[in-house]
């Protein structure tokens, strides 16, 4: 049995806190588990009534004639902390706080929180909350949550399990559910999260036998590796994992803060980790609806390839230009299958999408046989048939009904929607087929869009490892960009031929010595954006040059930065062509270090055209990584420039990632620009920031 089973499926529960009164929270959850049809055993805790609604009531669960699975808390919050206590001494071990007024509410609620964690983990108690919904199963009946959605609307059940931290989202999914007409298996709403989280809940939908889709939702995280772990454990099931992260903006992220006191985190990384686990982010609850409905009834898609069949040549545009916009390929049909449509069909239009025209009306073995040659014409891995309102014709539906029936037959892998506007008789009927049903050409199309990525990020989650480098750990110094550069040199990736330089005179011979003209940068420990202050000159072309360059950059940054420690200059060739990338490392305080890789330059901060995935990275993941960034394409030669050579970038990623996974005191690593070119790549510039501070000795000046 999951360690969290009893959360979902109690045999029998306390309710403290009960109420007769079904407008306050106690009495509302009791309500539901008395009216819902929950089969299991249910204590009322009350400290002044023997009977609650109806029910007998003790004053405290230390007097129960058994040890209940699980309770249900709904007490202020000052109350919660001694009730805790009495469960721990009654041997009650699965904890729903419900109530409210801790960690969301500020530094004493906070500190509130962090002794019922406490207590919670002295007692080896399971907790959710505080500040929690409850957690529902409705194939058992179980309702334990005081959601004043179950006065009007009760989910029925079904195969999507929910795991969300905000209650509101929770209902409002619930509530979506039901008027879709979709049944959930298990859900839960986390709250604060001082003990069980949103991963937790992943965790256990993967394993429970009633679930096959699981909805997630997070406001933050603060276990990023159990987050990894009930992802990829979803994935290795072959559980589609639909998920939302909200607090996407600093605005946003702030409000998640203050609702659940959880850290939001950088929303791009949380993206990568999503999509490395195998997991689909959506943007709206629409969305996430609709995938898991699609899900819930027919199988993921083998390849991302659609075949649009429609009555209507404008719907039918419609849906291939959303297919493309979405990334899916809709491929046209091979001229001999377009000559066989076309005998049986003579006025079909188009080669995918296909318009038959609306003389299939009545003549549904033509829809059918079209249908069945587009399967064998080409490997598509999804099929959108847009049939206007025939789904609203009982008496006409049985030829459409047998027609769908044989194709799911041919083809039980590929996934088969219908958009059409239908009566429940008919939807219900096609959906037992495993045939979803859409009204909404663009939202079809986003829901087979997310289930061929699902499929896709499944598969690659579940894939073996792939061999990524190993670097064993070294002392590291941080400093200036000289020593950033030597740590670089030192394990591979390629910098140029370059001097640090204490005075002028020297700054002479080393420009002469690495050849005119050259570039002079600030060297400073406490100066990282050196082009800010004007710490960089370009083209310097001479020595009368240097010798009046290296005077201007120590001027210009005792005047901007008057509290600086200044190491002298820095003097490299000045290079040209090829294309500014940035190659960074964030070691992120949820997921660890993560790769960060864009376009260089002033561009990363303009355009924010970057990605990130987990280190250490593998020669195809770091290629993958370049290639997810949009500007990549002007490494692959654009409007007739020549293809650059990334095997040294991807080469650099790789043993950056290595070196940031096997180094925990190194908090980030900037190179930017990393100057891909033609012919080899290079290093231009690099910051290394260790994560505590400590004094560190200058680099010394280069004596020639």
Known sequence: MHPLEKMFRPASVAVIGASNDPDKLGGRTLLHLRELGYRGRIYPINVTSKQVQGLPAWPSVRDLPEVPDSALMLLPAPLVEPALEDCAAKGILHVQVLSSGFAEEGAEGAAMQDRVAALARRHGMRITGPNALGSISPPDGFFGTFSSLLATAQPGPGVIGVATQSGAYGSHIYAAAHLRGIGISRAIATGNEADIDVAAAIDYLAEDAGTRVICASLEGCKDGAALRRALLKAAAA?????????????????????????????????????????????????????????????????????????????????MADACIEAGLAVPPMPDATMARIREIQPVAGGRNPIDTTAQINGRMHVFEAISQEMLRGAELGSFLFYLAHLGRNVPRFPPLEQTLTRLRQAAPDRLVVAVMTSVEEIRARLEALGVPVF??????????????????????????????????????????EAAAKALLAGIGVPVLPEHACGYADQAVRAAEAVGFPVVMKILSDDIAHKTEIGGVLLDVADATAVQQGFGTLMDRARLACPEAKLDGVLVAPMVRGGVETIIGVQRDPIFGPMVMFGLGGVSVELFRDVAFASAPLSAARAAALVQSVQGSRLLDG????????????????????????????????????????????????????????????STPATIF
């Open 439 to 480: 009204e909404d050409p663009t939202r079809a199309v986003k829901a087979v869009t997310g289930a061929a990525r699902l499929q896709a990020l499944q598969q690659a989650a579940a894939a073996a490892p792939e061999k990524t480098m190993t670097m064993a750990p070294r002392r590291i110094i941080a400093g200036n």
């Open 238 to 318: 072959r559980k589609p994992v639909i998920v939302m992260k909200v607090g996407t903006t600093e605005v946003g992220a702030a409000a998640a803060a203050t609702h659940t006191g959880s850290l939001a985190g950088e929303d791009r990384i949380f993206s990568a980790v999503f999509r490395e686990c195998g997991a689909y982010r959506t943007q709206s609850i629409e969305e996430m609806i609709d995938i898991a409905y699609l899900c819930a009834i027919a199988p993921l898609p083998p390849n991302d390839a659609v075949g649009v069949l429609t009555v209507s040549g404008g719907i039918g545009v419609l």
């Open 638 to 697: 654009w409007r007739g420039a020549p293809a650059l050579d990334k095997a040294e970038l991807i080469a650099a990623l790789c043993t950056v990632s290595a070196l940031a996974a096997a180094q925990t005191d190194i908090d980030s690593i900037e190179i930017n620009p990393f100057l891909v070119r033609a012919q080899g790549s290079v290093a231009l510039d690099a910051l290394v920031q260790l994560r505590a501070p400590q004094v560190q000795p």
